[in-house]
């Protein structure tokens, strides 16, 4: 064909049956091979399983195609599988010989996310799979001042979005939020004019607001750039504009709709919650644990801990959260700043304190008697704060006296078959699925199925 159409420069053969190849990766190609000198071209990627080769394909006659055993995260050599997605060839070669590949022939490595080539149904079905994922932008408030459940919630509901893209855009956040990002592995940035910040990804591409409440115009803004828009726990004029919206946190009656879902089976827990063995209520207590968040605004969990050791002998563990300023604490206290496993502390308590938000719902999971005292007016308005539920709702912080904080707890420690009733109706709240609730919903709207 070449030489029919006198074809002059590079020729380049892009098969159909290769769909995930790039425009980056055919650029690079064409650059990398105008410098090199070579005369043809081919994508390959790379292979580092071990491998047995038999010329005749029989399996008796194989032969290993290594010289060690090793775990592939090791191995100094590599197989190298041609893709069929980027061969070029010199014009001038292929007029000369027919083929497409010429004695001076470069090989291309394209990462393994475009090395699919469709030879099978099953190919052909991991394609459309491939496909179907978008990326997913988490535009998260986490400061001292909000708080951290926001993070921790989009990185629990990231966690159950394997296999698409997705992103953090940090608004007013701390530097702990920075922190919790690194060591999850997330890629993130600090957000610094939405517009710009959205821009880049293409395909199917859902922007998740948990920002507290948006405006009208930072929704709109967003679905001008192609986005759908989910928002969490928005009690703003932008909730209205937004494709789908989730309040666990707060009853229906804050904001109507018939893409608003609401209550405990969209609440998020951290994987360490799931699986937990049956509540214990000791008819004896032994142990509070105070707990106020990940950034505490209030000072709450001091002030707790300092009116429950002069109240109690009971054992008090504090668990202070990574954002939370330093305080003084009793020395009787036993103070750990962040906790390795929650549950097993929330578990091993006879009653939890805490503010009253996601907390609450884990302290649930765990079957635990909670006492809550609100950090600010927004967290008392929660849906899950009263006895149906089997919460006990002290009050706004700032609002309660000593007396009010302190007896509460006092009080239901003295009664065991009280805080068995309310364990009971803790553990009926949460079904451990909201993460994949919400998942889903947002690979609907990536699909376009809403």
Not at 168 to 196: I, K, M, N, Y
Not at 253 to 259: I, M, T, V
Not at 342 to 357: H, I, Q, R, Y
Not at 370 to 376: D, E, F, K, T
Request: aromatic fraction near 6%; glycine fraction near 8%; proline fraction near 6%.
């Amino acid at each position: 064909m070449a030489s029919t159409l006198n074809a002059e420069g590079i020729v380049g053969v892009f098969q159909p049956t290769s769909p995930s190849r790039t425009a980056t990766s055919i650029r690079r190609a064409v650059e990398e091979f105008r410098s090199s000198g070579a005369t043809s071209l081919a994508s390959v990627v790379r292979n580092n399983h071990l491998h047995w080769y038999s010329e005749q394909g029989a399996i008796g006659d194989a032969r290993p195609l290594f010289a060690a055993r090793v775990n592939r995260q090791f191995a100094q050599w590599a197989l190298y599988q041609e893709t069929g997605a980027i061969q070029l060839i010199a014009a001038e070669a292929i007029r000369n010989r027919p083929e497409m590949v010429s004695g001076n022939h470069m090989l291309f490595e394209v990462p393994p996310s475009e090395s699919l080539d469709i030879d099978t149904p099953a190919d052909l079905v991991l394609a459309r799979r491939e496909a179907s994922h978008g990326t997913i932008v988490f535009r998260v408030r986490a400061n001292r001042t909000v708080g951290s459940g926001h993070l921790h919630h989009c990185l629990q509901v990231a966690d159950e979005l394997i296999g698409h893209r997705t992103q953090f855009l940090l608004v007013d956040s701390d530097p702990f939020a920075a922190d919790l990002l690194d060591a999850a592995g997330h890629d993130w940035r600090h957000e610094t004019d939405l517009a710009t910040d959205l821009l880049g990804p293409t395909g199917p591409r859902v922007v998740v607001n948990d920002v507290l409440d948006t405006s009208v115009e930072e929704v709109l803004e967003q679905r001008s750039l192609g986005y759908r828009v989910v928002s969490i726990e928005d009690l703003g004029p932008g909730a209205r504009h937004a494709d789908w919206v989730v309040n666990a946190l707060y009853p229906p009656n804050f904001l109507d709709g018939p893409s608003v879902e609401t209550g405990p089976r969209w609440a998020t827990l951290r994987p360490e919650f799931s699986g937990l063995p049956p509540k214990n209520v000791r008819t004896a207590p032994e142990r509070i644990l105070v707990t106020f968040g990940g950034t505490d605004p209030s000072g709450l969990a001091a002030r707790t801990a300092r009116l429950l050791a002069t109240r109690t002998d009971l054992a008090i563990r504090v668990i202070v959260g990574p954002g939370a300023e330093d305080a003084d604490f009793p020395s009787r206290c036993d103070v750990l700043r962040s906790a390795r496993n929650m549950a097993t502390e929330m578990l091993e308590a006879d009653v939890v304190m805490t503010s009253a938000g996601r907390t609450v719902y884990e302290a649930a999971a765990t079957g635990t008697p909670v006492v809550a005292v609100a950090q600010n007016a927004r967290e008392a308005s929660h849906v899950h704060l009263d006895y149906r539920h089997g919460v006990i709702f002290a009050g706004i912080g700032a609002l309660l006296g000593d007396d009010a904080i302190v007896d509460p707890v006092l009080r239901l420690l003295d009664q065991p078959q009280l805080r068995r009733e309310l364990s009971e109706r803790l553990s009926k709240v949460i079904d451990h699925r909201g993460s994949r609730r919400i998942a889903h919903g947002i690979e609907r709207l990536l699909e376009g199925l809403d």
